[in-house]
Nanobody
Framework: QVQLVESGGGLVQAGGSLRLSCAASGRTFSSYAMGWFRQAPGKEREFVSAISRSGGNTYYADSVKGRFTIPRDNAKNTVYLQMNSLKPEDTAVYYC?????????????????????????WGQGTQVTVSS
């Protein structure tokens, strides 16, 4: 069992930055690929970013590419979402998720992580609000 706890959300002006953290319980964090998703009011959940268990492969939605990064620290059982140049359309509840990575091919892994259907654990979410 893995528990995920997100933190770091808040209110920020457009153009500002936030760093979200997702802390995982347990001793097998390095076995999991990690993803970030978000859901805005009235919209479906959407993929934001993901990282392989080793950190060697990262994936981004087109809408955040060049603005967001997803570092992870396996020693601290934590994955981050560094969000820069924030826009009002980034306003959403952000969720982290863990996938017991079973795929090693980077391309196939990316397809699976972006789909959102194979993750084993989800956090409760943290609100990010970007004002214009």
């Amino acid at each position: 069992q893995v528990q995920l706890v997100e933190s770091g959300g808040g209110l920020v002006q457009a153009g500002g930055s936030l760093r979200l953290s997702c802390a995982a319980s347990g001793r097998t964090f390095s076995s999991y690929a990690m993803g970030w998703f978000r859901q805005a009011p009235g919209k479906e959940r959407e993929f934001v970013s993901a990282i392989s268990r080793s950190g060697g492969n990262t994936y981004y939605a087109d809408s955040v590419k060049g603005r967001f990064t997803i570092p992870r620290d396996n020693a601290k059982n934590t994955v981050y979402l560094q969000m820069n140049s924030l826009k009002p359309e980034d306003t959403a509840v952000y969720y982290c998720a863990a996938d017991r990575q079973r795929i090693t091919t980077p391309q196939a892994l990316g397809v699976m992580l972006k789909s959102g259907v194979e993750y084993d654990y989800w956090g409760q979410g943290t609100q990010v609000t970007v004002s214009s």
